[in-house]
C-alpha cells in the first residue's frame, strides 16, 4: 500500500478566518480519462502513470471556522464502498480505528463530526459526496454530520437520481437519498450566497449543476473548483476531464472563471491534486499555469 498523498491538514487564513484542507483519501483514476483529449506524451510530463496507466490524486475537503459555524465542502468517498471498488479506483481512505481520513483530519482540528454546521456539495459524486453518510459498525446508513445542513444544487440532486447508462457509475443513492430523507438537504438554485462571505456558484460542465465555492473574507478570495480544474495540471483551458459529460461547457466555464481569478487575484483550490491544496494562477499569453 502507497502512502496516501499530501499531508492530512494543511491551514492558513483566508481573510479573517481558518481554513483547512483535509486530504481525505487517496485515489487513483486513468490518466487517459483525466486529461481527456489531451495526448499521453503532454499530460505525463504533469502527472506520471503506474503501470496500470493510473494517475495519483487526492481527494481535498475545506473546512472553514466561519463565524456562523463550522462549514464543511466535499467529504470524500466515505466507508460503504467494497475491497474491488476500492481496488478499481485505487482509493486509499481509511483512516485510524474504523474511521475515515477525513474525520482522521478533524479530529486532528480538534471536530467532531457533530460539530459541523454545513457541509457544501460540490456535486454528487461518489468522490465528492460519499462521505456524507456513514455506515455504522451494524450496518445502518446515517448523516456522517448530523447536526449540519447539506446544500446541493436542486439540478444536481435531480441529476444524480435520475441516473443513465453514462452517469450512474459516479452516483451511488446511498450518498445522499439518507440525507434527503433525514430532511438535512437545502437545495440551492444557481448562485447563493449561504453564509456572509460563502457563496456557491454554478460552474457547469463536468455535470450540469456542478457548482464552485467562492469565499471572500476582508477582500480576500479563494475559490474552491471541485472538479471544474480537478488538479493544477487541468488549468490550461483545453486540458479537460473525459469524464466530463459537457467538456465544452466545462471549456466556457474555465475561460470565465479563470479570466476572474486571474485579474482578481483568487486563491484556486485544488480538491484532486495530490500535491497542491492551493495557489494562484498566472497566464503567461498562452496558457494558464499555476503561479
Ligand atoms: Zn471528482
Not at 470524500?76 to 464502498?81: L, M, P
Not at 460563502?198 to 480576500?220: F, K, N, Y
Request: glycine content about 10%; overall charge negative.
Amino acid at each position: 500500500m502507497t502512502a496516501p498523498p499530501g499531508p492530512l491538514v494543511e491551514s492558513r487564513r483566508v481573510g479573517k478566518w481558518r481554513v483547512h484542507a483535509i486530504q481525505a483519501g487517496g485515489q487513483k483514476l486513468d490518466g487517459g480519462a483525466m486529461f481527456g483529449v489531451v495526448p499521453k506524451p503532454l499530460w505525463e510530463r504533469r502527472i506520471p502513470a503506474d503501470q496500470r496507466n493510473r494517475i495519483p490524486l487526492g481527494m481535498r475537503c475545506l473546512l472553514i471556522e466561519h463565524e456562523s459555524g463550522l462549514v464543511l465542502i466535499d467529504t470524500g468517498a466515505g466507508n460503504k464502498e467494497n475491497e474491488k471498488f476500492h481496488d478499481i479506483y485505487g482509493v486509499e481512505n481509511r483512516g485510524e480505528n474504523g474511521a475515515t481520513q477525513l474525520e482522521d483530519g478533524l479530529r486532528d482540528l480538534r471536530v467532531q463530526p457533530s460539530d459541523v454546521a454545513f457541509v457544501i456539495n460540490t456535486h454528487l459524486h461518489f468522490d465528492h459526496g460519499g462521505g456524507n453518510t456513514t455506515q455504522t459498525a451494524d450496518g445502518r446508513i446515517v448523516p456522517t454530520f448530523p447536526n449540519a445542513r447539506y446544500i446541493v444544487q436542486r439540478g444536481e440532486y435531480e441529476f444524480a437520481t435520475h441516473t443513465n447508462e453514462r452517469t450512474a457509475a459516479s452516483y451511488f443513492p446511498h450518498n445522499f437519498v439518507p440525507i434527503h430523507e433525514a430532511g438535512l438537504f437545502d437545495f440551492v438554485e444557481g448562485e447563493r450566497e449561504i453564509l456572509s462571505g460563502v457563496s456557491v456558484v454554478p460552474t457547469p460542465g463536468h455535470v450540469p449543476h456542478h457548482q464552485s465555492i467562492r469565499l471572500e473574507s476582508d477582500g480576500e478570495v479563494a475559490f474552491y473548483l471541485g472538479d471544474l480544474a480537478p488538479t493544477a495540471a487541468h488549468l490550461p483551458l483545453p486540458w479537460i476531464m473525459g469524464y466530463d459529460l459537457q467538456p465544452l461547457v466545462t471549456l466556457e466555464t474555465k475561460r470565465r472563471i479563470l479570466a476572474r481569478a486571474l485579474s482578481d487575484r483568487w486563491l484556486m483550490v485544488f480538491e484532486h491534486d495530490a500535491m497542491v491544496a492551493w495557489g494562484n494562477v498566472d497566464h503567461d499569453g498562452k496558457a494558464y499555469f499555476l503561479s
